[in-house]
């Protein structure tokens, strides 16, 4: 079993900051892509950014890039992300999302995490 466990969520003022960590544990073998994505209020999940393993990122949203940073330690299976000069559109729940290898078939698998909510107020 693989559980990808977010934390770092809550309510900020406009133009502050939060940093967001997911933790991979369980049985994980090889972890690949990490990444988060975004369920805004009334809306459908959207992707924010990806790292790979060797630390190549990207973001989707143009909104965020320059605010939001994504990391990550592989020595502790966990992905980050810093949230700075935040909006009150950046609302939502934050998912993690990993590709893991549970077993030693080293085949990569999809996970999510439960999500973790942030609430930016002006």
């Known amino acids: 079993q693989v559980q990808l466990v977010e934390s770092g969520g809550g309510l900020v003022q406009a133009g502050g900051s939060l940093r967001l960590s997911c933790a991979a544990s369980g049985s994980v073998f090889k972890v690949g892509i990490m990444g988060w994505y975004r369920q805004a209020p009334g809306k459908q999940r959207e992707l924010v950014a990806t790292?790979?393993?060797?630390?190549?990122?990207?973001y989707a949203d143009a909104a965020v890039k320059g605010r939001f940073t994504i990391s990550r330690d592989n020595a502790k299976n966990t992905v980050f992300l810093q949230m700075n000069s935040l909006k009150p559109e950046d609302t939502g729940v934050f998912y993690c999302?990993?590709?893991?290898?549970?077993?030693?078939?080293?085949?990569?698998?999809?996970?999510w995490g439960r999500g973790t909510q942030v609430t930016v107020f002006s």
């Open positions: 790292i790979t393993s060797v630390g190549t990122t990207y």
């Open positions: 999302n990993g590709d893991i290898a549970p077993d030693e078939t080293y085949v990569l698998r999809n996970y």
